[in-house]
Nanobody
Framework: QLQLVESGGGSVQPGGSLRLSCEGI????????IGWFRQAPGKVREAVLC????????YYVNSVKGRFNISKDLTKNSMLLQITSAEPEDTAVYYC??????????????????WGLGTPVTVSS
């Protein structure tokens, strides 16, 4: 059974950077598709971006292209979300997710079996 534990959330000024980490416990993340979702105040949870080993990364929010990057650090059995040039619209609770290794990852929450509890990100001056 895989457990996901997020860390790295917090407050950042507009234009700043933040790195979110999500450690896998109980199983290696190597074979999983991974994704990051977020839920802003008063809004539904949305897929931000995901990654599969065979297809690569897919971005589902146009405004994060060029600013967000998803990766795995298998030395720490973790998935990472690097946020740069943060914008106030990035304020949300961010959730990591892992699922079976389909060729393409997905923005559908049902494709992910394991979820972190969420870590808040606030972008404000």
């Amino acid at each position: 059974q895989l457990q996901l534990v997020e860390s790295g959330g917090g407050s950042v000024q507009p234009g700043g950077s933040l790195r979110l980490s999500c450690e896998g416990i109980g199983s290696s993340l190597e074979e999983y598709n991974i994704g990051w979702f977020r839920q802003a105040p008063g809004k539904v949870r949305e897929a931000v971006l995901c990654m599969s080993e065979s297809y690569g990364s897919i971005y589902y929010v146009n405004s994060v292209k060029g600013r967000f990057n998803i990766s795995k650090d298998l030395t720490k059995n973790s998935m990472l979300l690097q946020i740069t040039s943060a914008e106030p619209e990035d304020t949300a609770v961010y959730y990591c997710a892992a699922g079976p290794p389909f060729h393409r990852c997905s923005n559908y929450y049902g494709r992910y079996d394991y979820w972190g509890l969420g870590t808040p990100v606030t972008v404000s001056s």
